[in-house]
């Protein structure tokens, strides 16, 4: 037996008591304006000290990004770029944290809640290891769940590749939704 919710054509195995997404999003890096097409660095929500930042329509936030399509891929729903199109005026410059609202309302809206969350950032610099505590309160207040639902990690890619030459930054996130 499966049940579908008129919000989302998709049907839930109504034995299954969790669901789990992927999220992943890559924005490139440039100099930031007037020098390059760069926004200034964003990362969870935190605001960054970097000459570089991503070239994006949006605020090119890209946990938040992969946050709201890890969300949305757990409830099987259209990505992000279906849901807010970089083609739509509206989004230009866009605090990326209406994505991750979005999302966890949606989810709500069909029955469930944010078990936990985990996203690995790949940026070669700035480190962002002071900033998690900051990224996770952040995100956690967006979501509406303690910050012990979200965790961050940082990574560098090691010099190689153009993440390591730091020409982008790379996001990983795995959610797992529970049954509200
Ligand atoms: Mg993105």
């Not at 390059?36 to 605020?59: F, Q, T």
């Given at each position: 037996m499966s049940e579908a919710h008129p919000a989302n054509p998709s049907t839930f195995d109504?034995?299954?008591?969790v669901r789990v997404g992927h999220g992943y999003d890559l924005h490139r890096l440039e100099p930031l304006a007037p020098k390059g097409a760069g926004r200034a660095l964003v990362v969870g929500g935190v605001r960054l000290d970097s000459d570089c930042g991503p070239v994006a329509?949006?605020?090119?936030?890209a946990l938040l990004h992969a946050i709201t399509d890890a969300i949305l891929g757990a409830l099987s729903m259209p990505d992000i770029g279906q849901l807010?199109?970089?083609?739509?005026?509206?989004?230009?410059?866009?605090?990326s944290s209406v994505y991750v609202v979005e999302a966890a309302r949606r989810a709500k809206e069909l029955g469930w809640r944010i078990g936990n969350l985990d996203a690995t950032v790949i940026l070669e610099?700035?480190?962002i290891g002071p900033h998690k505590m900051a990224m996770r309160e952040r995100i956690a207040r967006m979501l509406g769940?303690?910050?012990?639902?979200v965790n961050v990690k940082g990574k560098t890619h090691?010099?190689?590749?153009a993440l390591g030459e730091g020409r982008a930054i790379e996001v990983h996130v795995v959610a797992m939704l529970v049954r509200a």
């Amino acid at each position: 037996m499966s049940e579908a919710h008129p919000a989302n054509p998709s049907t839930f195995d109504p034995a299954v008591g969790v669901r789990v997404g992927h999220g992943y999003d890559l924005h490139r890096l440039e100099p930031l304006a007037p020098k390059g097409a760069g926004r200034a660095l964003v990362v969870g929500g935190v605001r960054l000290d970097s000459d570089c930042g991503p070239v994006a329509h949006s605020d090119g936030d890209a946990l938040l990004h992969a946050i709201t399509d890890a969300i949305l891929g757990a409830l099987s729903m259209p990505d992000i770029g279906q849901l807010f199109p970089d083609t739509d005026p509206r989004h230009a410059g866009e605090d990326s944290s209406v994505y991750v609202v979005e999302a966890a309302r949606r989810a709500k809206e069909l029955g469930w809640r944010i078990g936990n969350l985990d996203a690995t950032v790949i940026l070669e610099r700035p480190k962002i290891g002071p900033h998690k505590m900051a990224m996770r309160e952040r995100i956690a207040r967006m979501l509406g769940v303690d910050v012990g639902s979200v965790n961050v990690k940082g990574k560098t890619h090691e010099g190689v590749g153009a993440l390591g030459e730091g020409r982008a930054i790379e996001v990983h996130v795995v959610a797992m939704l529970v049954r509200a």
